[in-house]
């Protein structure tokens, strides 16, 4: 009789535990789970003033924008658009090719200036992409701007990263129609941390 006595208080016991503890341990799931939300959150890349350059058909453009960090550094690492607007999407950056700086190529210095014919401009990866110019038309003489695909662009934690003309651009190869000033182009973003952005850019002249 005893014995029967004290299996019942047990088993009235281990309820009475598993029914406060229950609540607790959800309540330790829903705060962890919302801790994991915040920290994705933070950590994704917030994308502003994006736009495109408008561009012909067959040939080549390129779309710019600001990345702005979270709380935790991250890397854009690729891009796609619909079939509809380009063949392929690529990270790419300009450089000056043969040791020239930026600045000597934009005549500051004087050294590609008007004299010899060349703008400002022209000398612009993306007025010669507006021209369906291919990266092995820009890379094959002095004081030419060099493109070429990258494998990521770092985002500072907290810090921004500019994606614009002379520098880190995402570039549209052969265009599926037109682009004129006025019109948007979808652009999915991926980055290293498995994050995937699709932001509308207005496409303009210049």
């Known amino acids: 009789m005893n014995n029967r006595r004290k299996t019942r208080r047990f088993a009235t016991a281990a309820a009475l535990t598993l029914l406060v503890a229950a609540p607790a341990a959800a309540c330790s799931s829903d705060d962890e789970s919302s801790s994991d939300t915040e920290a994705a959150a933070g950590a994704e890349v917030a994308i502003s003033d994006a736009w495109a350059r408008s561009g012909a058909a067959g040939g080549n453009t390129a779309v710019y924008m600001v990345l702005q960090g979270g709380s935790q550094a991250d890397d854009l690492v690729g891009a796609s658009v619909s079939s509809d607007v380009a063949a392929e999407a690529q990270v790419h950056e300009t450089t000056a090719d043969d040791g020239m700086t930026d600045d000597s190529m934009a005549g500051d210095e004087g050294d590609m200036s008007a004299d010899e014919g060349m703008s400002d401009d022209s000398m612009t990866d993306d007025s010669m992409t507006d021209e369906g110019m291919s990266e092995d038309d820009m890379g094959g003489g002095s004081g030419m701007m060099t493109m070429q695909e990258v494998e990521e662009v770092p985002v500072p934690a907290d ?48």
């Open 159 to 206: 810090g921004s990263v500019a994606l614009e003309p002379g520098g880190y651009h995402i570039m549209l190869l052969d265009l599926a129609a037109d682009l004129t000033a006025g019109d948007t182009v979808e652009v999915t973003l991926l980055f290293s941390s498995g994050a995937e952005e699709t932001i509308d850019a207005e496409v303009r002249d210049s």
